[in-house]
C-alpha cells in the first residue's frame, strides 16, 4: 500500500540567482577516472559539510590515505559480495541500457557511454554483441577496484540516525543533492559508491550480522550514527556522457 513520503508546497518568491540551482542542468555522475594528484582540499570540504550537516544528517570526507585505503577496500569487497550474489547481479544487471530501443523506451539507468570508459572503448563496445551479467560483473568489479577506488582523492559518507527511518532517508536524499550541486557548481565530479550500504541491507534481509556498518562508523568517528550513502568526489580526468531521463510531464502530475 502506497505511503506519502513528502508534502511539498510552491510559494511564489522574487527571482534571485543560487549557485545551486543554477548547477542543475550541469549535474551528472561522473563514472570514469578522477584527478587522484588534485584534492578537493580541507576548506572546500568544511564548506560542503556546513551545507549539508544537520540535527539529522551528518557527512564525513575520507581523505587521509590509509583511511581512504580502509573504506575503498570495503566498497571493493561488497562489490565482489553482490556480483556473487544471483539476486543482486541480476538486478543490478537489469539497469544496464544498451541499445537504442532500450535507451529510449526506458530513460533510466547506466548507458556505455555514461560507463565511465573511454571514448574509443565505447565506440568499440557499442559493436560488440551485448555482455553476459557475468562479464558485466566483472567489468564493474575492476572499474570499481582499478578506477573509482584507486583514482578517487576524497571519499564520503552521509549518516543518519536510522537509516530505515522515512524522515532520515529523505534527508540523506536531499543532502545528496546539495552535495552533488555543490560540487558542480565549483567544477567538481562526483559518483556513488554505495555497495557497502547496499550488502547492509541485504545481509539485514536474510537476517544475518552487518559486517561492513560498525566498521565504517569507526573509521569516520560517527558512534551513534549509520551510514546510508557513501560516494567519491574529485576531479574528473575527462568529460563523460549523461545518462538519459524522462521527460518531466512523464513523471510529474498535477
Known sequence: ????????????????????????????????PYRA???????RLQRFADLTTTEAVRVAFVEEVHARAELGAMIVEATERIVRDPQMSADSAS????????????????TI????VSPLIAAVTKLL?????????QYWLSMTRDTHVATAP????????????????????????????????????????????????RTAMRGRADEF???????VSASGWEPTFIFRMGTAARVTGRSPRRALEEVVST
Open 1 to 32: 500500500m502506497p505511503v506519502p513520503a513528502a508534502h511539498v508546497a510552491f510559494t511564489p518568491t522574487p527571482a534571485a540567482r543560487d549557485a545551486l540551482f543554477s548547477a542543475i542542468p550541469n549535474r551528472h555522475t561522473n563514472r570514469g
Open 37 to 43: 594528484d588534485q584534492p578537493v582540499g580541507r576548506e
Open 95 to 110: 539497469w544496464f541500457r544498451t541499445g537504442r530501443r532500450d535507451i529510449a523506451a526506458h530513460r533510466d539507468g547506466v
Open 113 to 116: 557511454d555514461t560507463s565511465g
Open 129 to 137: 554483441p551485448d555482455l553476459d551479467a557475468k562479464s558485466a560483473d
Open 154 to 201: 576524497v571519499l564520503g559518507v552521509i549518516l543518519v540516525r536510522n537509516r530505515l527511518n522515512m524522515r532520515d532517508a529523505i534527508e540523506a536524499g536531499r543532502a545528496w543533492q546539495r552535495l552533488h550541486l555543490a560540487a558542480t557548481s565549483e567544477g567538481l565530479a562526483a559518483q556513488p559508491l554505495n555497495q557497502p550500504v547496499e550488502w547492509i541491507d
Open 213 to 219: 556498518g560498525s566498521g565504517i562508523v569507526q573509521l
